[in-house]
């Protein structure tokens, strides 16, 4: 577990390669303290290449080959880390990420695998996975019986990730009937039904088993209407026009998707570095095996490395994953700060035919860009087909076309859509805090609307923008003392939140404490990036509550 220790990229506390002088004219120790700067700053092409660098320099450095390994193969660079892998794993005490690696490059064509094994047992799960590889060389080898006979071992809580492997190997050396069992077991006991849906259905298909396939199919996006898994909905609509089945998995294909079961495990279990290399390493293997790249991209977005998860997003480049992973891509640039190009790359996007959750992502880039037509035009098409589908509604849909249409000026609509996703779900702190908050502000039900900001506070008393709405309340209704009570501690939740710093000055003000009062509207214009609201709180600041306009909304 080295490498959970001491990650090349993303660490920068590790000690320095034993004999490497710090001088820094040293050109190995300069491109070494580089590549850990690079590390640090999340750049990992640049770490990447700066570690090879200094292994250019001190080539028999042991630490120095680990480091560029491990940086070349988060980065993706896989040919850049073919060397480091022979010089950190093919040797009796060698790495066994490294040494796992180059079974798979072997798999994949591209290298030679290890010519020793290591003196030092795996742990488990990498025994595993080394085994996994090693069925597959057999069967790569023309040797799928020698594979199939081979003892199989199942650690706890792994049976269903062998009983997937073991499936495809007993269908690689022809043995039907068992792979139909092993199959069987992986469907029940793993918990990765889309996925082990494809390759169970896959086999029915093979088999001429065709109704079985779509109903297994079928039963599959019965249970997943909202979030269908796009791989599934492509091999049913295959099978019902008649086309071909997939054909057998090739060594490298199999052996990907044999690692890709305990990988995925990984991203739940594990530091989430530990788990973006193997996803790394199963990429490596077989590249265009998009399922595995669609979570390494999410993975590697977990760990802040949006560069490197947007160019695996926009890796994948034919159906199914395709359109989801553009969709993720414009959005991990929006979360970024990148609004520019994330709404540019969402409308190039927008069509028609688009499924139901690329659909609703785009829609959440134009309401959070102020592209409220936009954003209303997608929830309405998503509403309308569940309607006439029969298909149950999802408050959240007409909960956000409420906010649009309330951006939009339609204060009427969004009124109406909110009480509608209020009534599909009575007790979600945000709709009743939204509603409740609007009805204050606005004048027109302020004791019903701080009854259901009282709700949402009993449900989320954590929320620091909620008990802002309560405080408000408490103000509004011309309950001073409690509106600061209740304000001073949503500043305290959230205390970079300039509206609720406006409404504690306020109540400060009407409580009669003048100099708090101040020092809150100036904390809130120096949190605040709208002209508007900098030009209500310097009036504030110049003429007290009296001469300024009295609310914020």
Not at 310 to 324: G, I, N, R, T, W
Not at 345 to 354: D, V
Not at 432 to 458: D, K, Q, S
Request: with cysteine; glycine share 8%; hydrophobic share 45%.
């Amino acid at each position: 577990m080295r490498v959970a220790l001491c990650l090349p990229v993303l660490a920068v506390s590790c000690a320095l390669p034993q004999g490497l002088v710090q001088d820094e004219e040293t050109s190995a120790y300069g491109a070494f303290l580089a590549a850990r700067y690079a590390g640090s700053s999340r750049e990992t092409a640049e770490s990447s290449r700066f570690y090879a660098e200094a292994l250019s320099h001190e080539p028999g450095s042991p630490l120095l080959s680990e480091r560029a390994f491990y940086s070349a193969l988060l980065a993706g660079q896989f040919e850049r880390a073919d060397g480091p892998a022979r010089a950190a794993g093919d040797h009796p005490d060698g790495l066994q990420l490294a040494h796992i690696y180059l079974k798979g490059g072997e798999l994949a064509g591209r290298i030679r695998g290890p010519s020793v094994e290591l003196d030092d047992p795996f742990g488990p799960f990498g025994a595993m996975v080394s085994s996994m590889l090693d069925d597959w060389r057999l069967v790569r080898a023309g040797r799928a019986s020698e594979a199939a006979d081979r003892p199989v071992t199942a650690s706890a809580g792994l049976t269903g990730h062998i009983m997937l492997h073991r499936g495809m190997i007993l269908e690689a050396a022809g043995r039907m009937e068992a792979a139909d069992e092993a199959y069987r077991a992986a469907y029940s006991g793993l918990d990765m039904e889309g996925y082990t849906t494809i390759v169970r259905g896959g086999f029915f298909e093979r088999q001429g088993r065709r109704d079985d396939a779509r109903r297994l199919y079928q039963t599959h996006l019965s249970r997943s209407v909202g979030e269908r898994d796009p791989e599934v909905a492509q091999a049913l609509a295959r099978l019902d026009a008649g086309g071909r089945p997939p054909a057998r998995f090739t060594p490298a294909q199999g052996a990907a998707r044999s690692m890709f079961a305990p990988a995925a495990m990984l991203n739940a279990s594990a530091p989430a570095e530990y788990a973006a290399l193997y996803l790394r390493i199963v990429q490596s293997i077989d590249p265009e095996f998009d399922r595995n790249t669609m979570l390494l991209a999410t993975v590697l977005d977990r760990l802040g490395l949006e560069d490197d998860a947007v160019a695996a997003f926009d890796s994948v480049d034919s159906p199914p994953f395709l359109e989801q992973a553009r969709v993720d891509a414009a959005w991990t640039l929006f979360r970024r700060g990148d609004q520019t190009d994330a709404l540019a790359r969402a409308r190039a996007l927008a069509s028609g035919q688009m499924a139901e959750q690329p659909r609703l992502l785009l829609a959440d880039i134009y309401r959070l860009t102020g592209h409220c037509d936009d954003a209303v035009a997608l929830y309405d098409a998503v509403l309308e087909e569940r309607a006439a589908e029969g298909r149950e509604m999802d408050w959240r849909h007409i909960f956000y076309r409420g906010v649009c249409l309330q951006i939009a000026g339609d204060w009427a609509g969004a009124e109406a859509g909110f009480l509608q996703a209020l009534a599909l779900e009575p007790d979600e702190a945000r709709v009743l805090n939204h509603l409740g908050y609007n009805w204050i502000v606005l004048g027109e039900r302020v004791n019903e609307g701080f009854a259901l900001v009282e709700r949402a506070a009993e449900l989320a008393p954590e929320n620091g923008a909620i008990l802002d709405s309560l405080g408000w309340g408490h103000f509004k209704l011309g309950r001073y003392d409690e509106a600061v009570q209740w304000l001073e501690r949503a500043v305290e939740l959230s205390p970079a939140n300039a509206t609720i710093h406006w409404h504690l000055g306020d109540a400060y003000a009407r409580s009669g404490r003048t100099l708090e009062a101040g020092f809150q509207w100036q904390r809130a214009l120096d949190l605040t990036a709208d002209p508007r609201e900098e030009a209500l709180l310097e009036l504030r600041l110049a003429q007290g509550l009296d001469g300024a306009p009295e609310d914020v909304e």
